[in-house]
């Protein structure tokens, strides 16, 4: 399948070049293909380059992308999202809010706005996906259709915006954040979860490590990279939250296994899982300490309006 691809420079306007880092696979939804990352000599913002259009995006996005899909009636998955919200404390950690007005970016089928519902929050959610747009509205969550870049107008006044694995999917994140500024009142919050580069499990297994998932994932971040990124957007970073739980670990090793189905097959598997959660739970001592290490899979970042 030929795909649209363009090449993007470092969205800090660095001009110094880059370097290759790793050249990686797709293992989860889409077109099977290979894809660099760079990294900026300048800031060290690491980013896939060249990368699909955004107009070509949509491949790697099904209706049966699994943050799409609705599965609050199933009784295994409830459990199963029950056992990692309990084992990825820290990782969708918010500021000591009085409920108010949130936005939540990459809203997917609206299950996290579903949750700030219930606390009292006043919600509403953008999303590029037209089938988990309409997931979302079918429970009872307002929803944008378009990206923050594209959309005419977002809602202003909000005391908060989320934004759960969605920074590292947007083609303009320094833009994103500008209009994200503009639409929260003086004081308000922006909330980002990414994966960390800084973490073991990229140290690990390099181009293998599911936090990478190129081309879903356009850039790549550190926690000073991700304050860099911040602050051009208008945002000063006031504290960093690292996930306490394994999946990048557990994911990782699911994708060594796909390569190696691959190379005796010389077809592709199936795409890379996030395994079962008892993995997760035998390795949570270890999540521990790489949390307080700041070297887990992925972080969360408080940031305010500068």
Same mark, same amino acid.
């Given at each position: 399948?030929?795909?649209?691809?363009?090449?993007?420079?470092?969205?800090?306007?660095?001009?110094?070049?880059?370097?290759?880092?790793?050249?990686?696979?797709?293992?989860?939804?889409?077109?099977?293909?290979?894809?660099?990352?760079?990294?900026?000599?300048?800031?060290?913002?690491?980013?896939?380059?060249?990368?699909?259009?955004?107009?070509?995006?949509?491949? =790697?996005?099904?209706?049966?992308?699994?943050? =799409?899909?609705?599965?609050?009636?199933?009784?295994?998955?409830?459990?199963?999202?029950?056992?990692?919200?309990?084992?990825?404390?820290?990782?969708?950690?918010?500021?000591?809010?009085?409920?108010?007005?949130?936005?939540?970016?990459?809203?997917?089928?609206?299950?996290?706005?579903?949750?700030?519902?219930?606390?009292?929050?006043?919600?509403?959610?953008?999303?590029?996906?037209?089938?988990?747009?309409?997931?979302?509205?079918?429970?009872?969550?307002?929803?944008?259709?378009?990206?923050?870049?594209?959309?005419?107008?977002?809602?202003?006044?909000?005391?908060?915006?989320?934004?759960?694995?969605?920074?590292?999917?947007?083609?303009?994140?320094?833009?994103?954040?500008?209009?994200?500024?503009?639409?929260?009142?003086?004081?308000?919050?922006?909330?980002?979860?990414?994966?960390?580069?800084?973490?073991?499990? =990229?140290?690990?297994?390099?181009?293998?490590?599911?936090?990478?998932?190129?081309?879903?994932?356009?850039?790549?971040?550190?926690?000073?990279?991700?304050?860099?990124?911040?602050?051009?957007?208008? =945002?000063?970073?006031?504290?960093?939250?690292?996930?306490?739980?394994?999946?990048?670990?557990?994911?990782?090793?699911?994708?060594?296994?796909?390569?190696?189905?691959?190379?005796?097959?010389?077809?592709?598997?199936?795409?890379?899982?996030?395994?079962?959660?008892?993995?997760?739970?035998?390795?949570?001592?270890?999540?521990?300490?790489?949390?307080?290490?700041?070297?887990?899979?992925?972080?969360?970042?408080?940031?305010?309006?500068?």
């Amino acid at each position: 399948m030929m795909l649209d691809t363009e090449w993007s420079p470092c969205p800090l306007g660095c001009r110094a070049g880059d370097d290759p880092l790793v050249t990686a696979a797709n293992w989860r939804a889409g077109p099977a293909g290979r894809f660099t990352v760079v990294r900026c000599r300048a800031c060290r913002l690491a980013r896939t380059d060249p990368r699909p259009t955004a107009a070509a995006m949509g491949a =790697f996005y099904p209706d049966c992308y699994d943050a =799409f899909v609705d599965r609050s009636d199933d009784r295994l998955a409830s459990l199963r999202r029950v056992g990692r919200r309990v084992l990825r404390t820290g990782a969708h950690a918010l500021p000591p809010l009085a409920p108010g007005a949130v936005l939540d970016v990459g809203c997917a089928n609206g299950a996290e706005l579903v949750e700030m519902q219930r606390q009292g929050w006043s919600v509403a959610g953008i999303e590029p996906s037209a089938s988990a747009c309409a997931v979302a509205a079918a429970r009872g969550v307002p929803v944008i259709h378009g990206t923050v870049e594209s959309c005419d107008e977002l809602p202003a006044g909000l005391d908060l915006v989320t934004a759960w694995n969605a920074l590292e999917h947007l083609h303009h994140p320094v833009e994103a954040l500008r209009r994200l500024r503009s639409s929260l009142r003086p004081g308000g919050w922006l909330v980002v979860s990414v994966p960390n580069l800084d973490s073991l499990g =990229f140290r690990a297994f390099g181009a293998r490590w599911y936090g990478l998932s190129v081309p879903h994932h356009l850039y790549h971040f550190t926690p000073t990279t991700l304050a860099r990124v911040l602050a051009a957007g208008g =945002f000063r970073l006031d504290r960093l939250v690292y996930q306490r739980w394994a999946i990048d670990l557990v994911a990782s090793a699911s994708i060594v296994r796909l390569e190696r189905e691959q190379r005796r097959t010389g077809r592709r598997p199936g795409t890379a899982s996030t395994g079962p959660l008892w993995a997760q739970a035998v390795l949570y001592p270890l999540s521990l300490g790489l949390a307080a290490a700041g070297r887990s899979g992925s972080m969360t970042a408080w940031a305010r309006r500068a």
